[in-house]
């Protein structure tokens, strides 16, 4: 198993009330198992002890972009951004299959079987399903593989990743959605990075937007269709 490391590197922004950083895919946002590293863990240590807030998470095998609170009051700000819409957050997705239309609207309700850490599209009303939102625009598409940049209205348990299996769509290497892919996806990181984030700052109200481009190697084999 490759060990993912966080260094100073990763920080894209930092000041008195916020860190904005690179979370590689392969490192979880917090970690339940004791003596396992993780972001949270790596910014305690940077940061020596000193407080640090998590507003939003990304599941442990994608990559993107992260805003921390180093402050309570700057947390409290930043999560009713999260709750209330104005935090955006864009994706770019590697996909497999046909699109059923190149640009859209999805909503779904999903049910999280905690059991299994998976969730899936059900009726609504069914359980304790939550209500799913995603727009996505297919930036180019050929030979059953293609890229799409999506922008998350709301943020299940693996949102993305299900809804876009469930619509023919399945992220390029992701196992766990997508058992049956191309032998080349075997051992390939899962095709999600989300690249872009957009939000105002807690103290100052500017509008802030950073973006990094994606690592995983299924970026670089489409970066044609990757817009400037």
């Known amino acids: 198993m490759v060990m993912i490391i966080w260094n100073k590197k990763d920080i894209l922004y930092e000041d008195r009330q916020i860190l904005v950083c690179r979370k590689h895919a392969g490192m979880a946002v917090q970690s339940a ?14 940061l020596k002890g000193g407080y640090i807030g998590i507003i939003q998470r990304l599941d442990q095998p994608v990559e993107g972009v992260l805003v921390f ?7 409290a700000a ?12 864009y994706y770019l997705a590697a996909f497999t299959g046909k699109p059923e239309s190149m640009s859209g609207t999805w909503e779904d309700f999903l049910l999280k079987d905690s059991r299994t850490n998976t969730s899936k599209v059900v009726r609504e009303g069914m359980g304790q ?22 922008l998350l209205e709301t943020g299940r348990h693996h949102q993305i990743r299900v ?3 469930h619509h023919g769509m399945p992220l390029w290497g992701d ?12 051992g390939e ?28 190697s299924i970026f670089k084999k489409l970066s044609a269709y990757l817009e400037p």
């Open 129 to 150: 399903s939550k209500r799913a939102v995603l727009h996505y625009r297919v930036l180019g598409w050929q030979a059953d593989v293609g890229l799409a940049e999506v």
């Open 78 to 89: 930043l999560n009713r951004q999260h709750q209330n819409g104005k935090m955006k957050k």
């Open 69 to 75: 609170a180093k402050t309570q009051k700057a947390a």
């Open 189 to 216: 990181m899962v095709g999600l990075c989300a690249f872009c984030l957009e939000f105002e700052h807690p103290e100052t109200g500017k509008k802030l937007q950073f973006k990094i481009e994606p690592e995983g």
């Open 163 to 165: 809804q876009m299996a």
């Open 33 to 46: 198992r004791i003596g396992q590293m993780d972001m949270e863990s790596s910014l305690r240590n940077y």
């Open 175 to 186: 196992g766990k959605y997508n058992p049956h892919g191309k032998p080349e996806e075997k």
